[in-house]
């Protein structure tokens, strides 16, 4: 096991799967010169050269065609967005053109291409750079969807990503790129797309929560123990395919749900989860599901306003507290 930063661990996965196979290459805006807006593709160039780590001009839908159009022909392109929210540039190109293509051509084009860079709340970013852009690609069929959280699942995600053969969204959270964690050396270490993990056994509730959003449900489910409720905390990590079983399997233990997510909540990722939780597992429910979402409004630049949009410790804590005394407990 290393030490390393969740940048570091991205960088460590593009690093061993760039020599693992030569089909890979990276292309995006600043990836070769200046290392990546966030130092992810730091040294990539240096090593590969400028043929598989290639800097391209500002046009999103552009240069995200060009990566569709090179895993058409047996390539494994990485697609960078310098942040997630200038994929709504691209979102042609991602939805019609790479989710379909599979489908559209018969099954005569796999479209192995990840498209990755970070997304969610950032810090005083504002409005135009903070969104949580998943909700917009997890319902389009043909296109998998991950969310890392901790530098290990950013290693062996991202691998299991660019070995996928289809179209997979790989949003990062900036917010977590200098958090350090243990990371396997070992170049063969993938972690499956779609299978989630529980960050912490608990019994009598049970919390959903990725990336940023579950550093916050941790640190509430540590709090709450000293008031004696036991909080179990399941991250998805692939929101599409979602690992619907441990997170049943999960509600079926605690009787109690409460979901949480960064993005503004209204047909969110947050929904989802808990419709299929009413769905199947309602006979085992003591209360109903309850969501913490961003309020519903664009990101403020102010920092005060910032973190009053975004879900607090406080208001998570007051959601476990509502379904863990209703009926009785």
Do not use: W
Request: glycine share 8%.
């Amino acid at each position: 096991m290393a030490v390393m930063t969740y940048r570091e661990a991205l960088n460590v996965a593009l690093r061993e799967e760039m020599q693992r196979d030569p089909r890979v290459f990276i292309l995006g805006e600043e990836v070769g010169l200046y290392d990546g807006a966030y130092k992810v593709t730091q040294g990539l160039l240096k090593e590969f050269g400028p043929k598989r780590v290639v800097d391209t001009p500002i046009c999103e839908s552009g240069f995200t065609g060009i990566g569709i159009g090179a895993a058409m022909v047996g390539l494994r392109p990485v697609v960078e967005m310098m942040t997630f929210n200038f994929s709504i540039l691209a979102l042609d190109q991602i939805i019609n053109s790479a989710a379909k293509m599979y489908y559209m051509s018969g099954g005569q084009f796999n479209i192995p291409i990840v498209i990755r860079g970070p997304g969610g709340p950032a810090h005083q970013l504002a409005a135009q750079h903070s969104q949580s852009m998943e909700s917009y690609f997890y319902h389009v069929p043909g296109l998998k969807v991950v969310r890392p959280t901790t530098p290990a699942d950013a290693k062996g995600l991202l691998k299991s990503a660019i070995r996928d053969d289809n179209p997979v969204v790989f949003i990062e959270a900036e917010t977590l790129y200098p958090v350090k964690g243990e990371v396997p050396d070992d170049p063969d270490f993938t972690i499956p797309l779609g299978q989630a993990i529980v960050r912490r056994e608990g019994r009598d509730v049970t919390v959903v929560a990725y990336v940023g959003m579950m550093y916050r449900a941790m640190e509430v489910a540590a709090e709450l123990d000293t008031e004696g409720l036991s909080v179990e905390v399941v991250d998805p990590r692939t929101l599409r395919p979602m690992d619907t079983e441990t997170i049943i399997g999960s509600v079926r233990k605690t009787h109690r749900a409460v979901v949480v997510e960064a993005g503004a909540g209204f047909a969110g990722m947050g929904s989802e989860i808990a419709a299929f939780i009413t769905e199947q597992a309602f006979d085992d429910l003591d209360a109903p599901v309850e969501r913490v979402t961003g309020a519903n409004a664009p990101m403020p630049y102010a920092r005060n306003l910032e973190r009053a949009k975004t879900p607090s410790n406080e208001r998570i804590a007051e959601a476990i507290r509502k379904v863990c005394s209703a009926n009785g407990r």
